[in-house]
């Protein structure tokens, strides 16, 4: 059985992944960034080829990496192992407890970083509160 997922996402904005991927691993205290183009790790590592290239590489601790492709539309496609993502592999170093369980924390970032630019642009200013249990935040936006 394939451990190999790939997922179209709405991410466009290289600039965004990359502060949205900063704002998590400070939030999980762990040093990981946005690298270029490479190899992504999965479970079977070296075992695929082209389909583990990709043109952005979150390089995790442990044996796993997260790959986003670049399509034609300029959206990324999320790489992964389906391990990684869906937070089966409990050794401490799986990219659920980073980046939230199926990115989930990921997204809610990139959406964050995506506003931040955005009201910048008009002038705005967007201010976010202190993160809720629930992980939720509330967001002020002034101008």
């Known amino acids: 059985?394939?451990?190999?997922?790939?997922?179209?996402?709405?991410?466009?904005?290289?600039?965004?992944?990359?502060?949205?991927?900063?704002?998590?691993?400070?939030?999980?205290?762990?040093d990981v960034t946005l690298g270029g183009a490479g190899k992504v790790r999965f479970y079977f590592e070296g075992t695929l080829d082209e389909d583990n290239r990709a043109d952005y590489v979150i390089k995790?601790?442990?044996?796993?990496?997260?790959?986003?492709?670049?399509?034609?539309?300029?959206?990324?496609?999320?790489?992964?192992?389906?391990?990684?993502?869906?937070?089966?592999?409990?050794?401490?170093?799986?990219?659920?407890?980073?980046?939230g369980e199926n990115l989930g924390l990921l997204r809610q970032e990139y959406t964050h970083?995506?506003?931040?630019?955005?009201?910048?642009?008009?002038?705005q200013v967007m201010q976010r509160g202190e993160r809720q249990k629930d992980g939720s935040f509330l967001i002020t936006i002034q101008g």
């Open 60 to 99: 995790l601790p442990g044996r796993y990496d997260i790959g986003f492709k670049q399509n034609a539309d300029g959206t990324l496609t999320v790489i992964s192992d389906s391990e990684a993502l869906s937070g089966h592999y409990r050794r401490g170093d799986d990219a659920s407890r980073i980046l």
């Open 113 to 123: 970083a995506k506003m931040m630019a955005m009201c910048s642009a008009r002038g």
């Open 1 to 30: 059985m394939s451990h190999i997922v790939q997922v179209k996402t709405e991410f466009n904005d290289p600039d965004a992944l990359r502060a949205a991927v900063d704002a998590c691993a400070e939030l999980a205290g762990v």
